[in-house]
């Protein structure tokens, strides 16, 4: 048998299909490439004067120090979840196609695969937060620097900066995709599922972590330095302001890298296992192929519409230029847009002889685009909803509050009617081939959807950029009020408005796109119980009824979706908690040192230190227990309920963690710019407008209830609803095989001693949470 290029030909490929798979793992380096190129051209740019640079090293080093101990502190459960993953092959005969790939020794074979492919997701998710957010550190003081002399520089460094991180996302995801399927061709879905719970796990360990630390010190410092003691933002004089800035960093640079990362690898890891389930159907492996060159297709189209942002604000026809940095990004997204799209027709009909995948591509890139306006709608200074919250705080914190609340929660419905249209259009297009065929199209448009990582990535660390650039400039610039710094500062506080919105669109995005993936790793996950039931019914197992469905009329399951629903807002309610208790501590440090002589006078430095410290502190306690709980939880409930009931608990945490979420984000990112709105009217103690206002002080008690949801509970949804998945899946053989009461209604002593240390495992994590955070000296 030929084996062809790279021994491709072994799994079926014809020619074309070997030679487009090798070009995608060239694209994946044309991705590297490129962000190496785009390093240079930021580097290349000055780092301002002594005294921003002083700033820059303080928040440099802080972050470091940060994920180095964040790094230490998950290792040891990284190192016991890749034991489990090898031993969760072993419990269960392997697929029936990796017998065929790898014969007698498949099963070894996978368990070596699984394990190999978590740690080199779980490595990806983390190199790709690491340096991510090291570039973004290297950006912010170059960004700063680059506001002396015009908007344009600084924009484009602060943007490149984050399509760095962006095309490392493409680069890497697309590469560790690509090579599991060549290796290990129809049993892929093996290893994906390992490759994508690394991935999933990391992000969410920086998410929680970073999201943490950032807003607990977000919110210590606005609520003493703002409202208590009227000084500006990023002051050098708040002893929280370091604090602030290494967060934007380690939660909003690091975290929503690794993020975004694990949504786009775990797309393509849904999209791999339901196309192999079509080959086994149909025999065409254009199924698994497709998806791939679309990734790839996707990754150019990024470097073309991410490259092209700087000229929007002076370019020659007058109707497509850009006023703004909102409008020059919206506007490279479209050229990405329409690249794609236009390929993918081209390849659906060229090579699948299929319209409709071009057009599922094209709904999946029309869904990402519909979130840039639908966010921008809810969270731009210039929309009703952000104008409505700035007049609500005519009348105080409370209605502010209030309408912030509405908002969120309107945000929330009209993102799952967009959702739910694209998957109208699924159904639509495939209803008439089969249950099967509408699930593998879900998973195309979430494929769709983040064919422009590359742009949403640079869009989101964007925003923390510009936040640390105009930092940085606050804390140097302090006192001089000369034409060029005043400039500066005007063009810093535009840039970092505009960078509130591109977060919280990013953020919609990530979150439909852990919808996507949810939905269709549902459907994996049916397929792969009915497969395993299968397995048994043929070894001579009696009593088994084969799942092909969920049934809510089914007790156990109606209790599965109501404990699953329950999750996302228990996990939300321990990280806001932790926020809250860390942001408590921080208050009352910073007003202690507010107290000491010197500090208001600007002659003594405070003590920055020691905020870091608490910040640090209240993140590590955090990390393991929710991890325990995202992890445990599945398990727990389908080794009691059994796997019907752990269906109905995905599906629970798929609604209720979407609605939740999109809330979340888009309610704190209206408060945010309703702040910023009054902050940039002009100060009038007299006619209530400005900064240090009873409208400001209600505006940042709006802004700080709304940190910890838009940056620390709604982000750190979106992994915790594809951990839970992923663990369901990987756990799903074993669940079918070993059930809590054996064939005769005895016992089953094993079964119930591992689900009763899930369950300690479980108390204990809701226990840790809930303590109050060390104590820093």
């Given at each position: ?137 290297q950006a912010n003081v170059r960004a700063a620097s680059a506001a002396r002399r015009g908007f344009n520089e600084a924009l484009s460094i602060a943007y490149y ?456 502190a209240s993140a590590q306690k955090e990390l393991i227990p929710l991890a325990v709980i995202a992890v445990v939880m599945p398990l727990l409930v389908g080794l ?138």
């Amino acid at each position: 048998m030929d084996t062809g290029i790279l021994g491709l030909g072994r799994h079926g490929l014809n020619t074309f299909e070997q030679i487009a798979i090798v070009c995608v793992v060239i694209t994946a380096f044309i991705s590297l490439g490129y962000a190496w190129w785009l390093r240079g051209k930021v580097l290349k740019n000055d780092k301002g004067t002594a005294k921003m640079q002083e700033v820059w090293n303080a928040i440099r080093i802080g972050a470091e120090s940060y994920l180095s101990q964040q790094l230490r502190t998950i290792l040891p459960l990284i190192g016991v979840l890749m034991v489990l993953m090898f031993l969760s092959v072993g419990v269960v005969p392997p697929s029936r196609e990796a017998v065929e790939e790898f014969g007698e020794s498949a099963q070894l074979f996978v368990a070596f695969g699984r394990t190999i492919a978590f740690i080199m997701g779980a490595s990806f998710s983390l190199l790709v937060g690491q340096l991510g957010m090291r570039m973004a550190i290297q950006a912010n003081v170059r960004a700063a620097s680059a506001a002396r002399r015009g908007f344009n520089e600084a924009l484009s460094i602060a943007y490149y900066a984050g399509t760095i991180t962006g095309m490392l996302t493409d680069g890497l995801g697309l590469f560790g995709g690509t090579v599991i399927f060549i290796i290990f061709g129809k049993a892929a879905p093996d290893a994906l599922l390992g490759f994508g719970f690394g991935g999933t796990l990391l992000a969410l360990f920086m998410r929680v972590g970073g999201g943490i630390y950032t807003k607990a010190a977000d919110v210590g410092a606005d609520l003493v330095g703002k409202v208590e003691q009227d000084v500006p933002e990023d002051d050098p004089r708040n002893a929280a302001v370091s604090a602030d800035l290494v967060g934007d960093n380690v939660g909003d640079c690091a975290g929503m890298a690794a993020d975004i990362f694990e949504s786009y690898e775990v797309t393509i890891v849904s999209g791999l296992i339901l196309g192999l389930t079509l080959v086994a159907l149909t025999g065409e492996l254009k199924w698994i192929v497709f998806p791939l060159i679309i990734r790839a297709v996707g990754v150019i189209s990024s470097i073309v519409g991410t490259f092209t942002v700087p000229i929007w604000e002076k370019f020659p026809i007058k109707f497509l230029r850009a006023h703004d940095a909102e409008e020059s990004m919206f506007r490279s997204y479209e050229v990405s847009s329409v690249f794609t799209i236009f390929w993918s027709f081209v390849l659906a009909l060229a090579y699948a002889n299929d319209w409709r995948l071009g057009m599922l591509t094209a709904i999946g890139v029309g869904l990402a685009v519909a979130f840039n306006p639908l966010t921008s709608y809810f969270t731009s200074t210039k929309r009703p909803p952000v104008k409505e919250i700035v007049k609500s705080t005519n009348t105080g914190p409370a209605t502010t509050i209030l309408s912030g609340l509405s908002i969120g929660m309107e945000s929330s419905v009209w993102a799952l009617v967009v959702i739910v249209i694209s998957f109208i259009g699924a159904l639509v297009l495939y209803g008439g081939d089969g249950a099967t065929f509408v699930l593998y199209a879900v998973a195309m448009i979430g494929i769709g959807m983040l064919s422009h990582t590359g742009n949403n990535v640079a869009m989101d660390s964007y925003g923390p950029i510009s936040d640390n650039a105009n930092g940085i400039g606050e804390m140097a610039w302090h006192g001089m009020e000369d034409a060029e710094t005043v400039k500066a500062r005007q063009i810093m506080a535009d840039l970092d408005a505009v960078g509130n919105t591109t977060k919280a669109i990013t953020k919609g995005v990530a979150i439909a796109s852990a919808v996507i993936a949810a939905v269709s790793l549902f459907a994996s996950y049916i397929t792969d119980v009915g497969r395993v039931q299968e397995q048994l019914i043929a070894g001579g197992q009696a009593g088994i009824e084969i799942m092909r469905n969920i049934r809510l009329d089914d007790t156990k399951v109606f209790i599965g979706l109501l404990l699953g629903g329950a999750l996302p807002w228990l996990f939300s309610s321990l990280s806001i908690r932790a926020v809250s208790r860390a942001a408590g501590q921080i208050v009352e440090e910073v007003r202690r040192q507010f107290r000491i002589p010197g500090i208001m006078e600007g002659t003594k430095q405070p003590d920055y230190a020691r905020v870091v410290g608490i910040s640090t502190a209240s993140a590590q306690k955090e990390l393991i227990p929710l991890a325990v709980i995202a992890v445990v939880m599945p398990l727990l409930v389908g080794l009691v309920l059994q796997v019907e009931a752990l269906g109905g608990f995905l599906a629970g945490i798929i609604l209720s963690g979407q609605l939740l979420a999109v809330f979340m984000s888009n309610a704190g990112g209206a408060w945010d710019n309703a702040k910023k709105a009054i902050e940039d009217e002009p100060r009038d103690l007299v006619k209530n407008t400005g900064k240090g206002s009873e409208r400001h002080k209600a505006g940042v008690v709006g802004d700080t209830v709304g940190d910890p949801l838009k940056d620390t509970a709604g982000p750190a949804l979106n992994p915790m609803i594809k951990v839970a998945n992923l663990v369901s899946l990987i756990a799903a053989p074993i669940i079918v095989r070993y059930n809590m009461t054996n064939a005769d209604g005895s016992l089953n002593v094993v079964v119930v001693l591992v689900a009763v240390l899930l369950l300690a495992a479980t108390i204990w994590a809701l226990r840790s949470s809930q303590k109050e955070s060390p104590t820093v000296k």
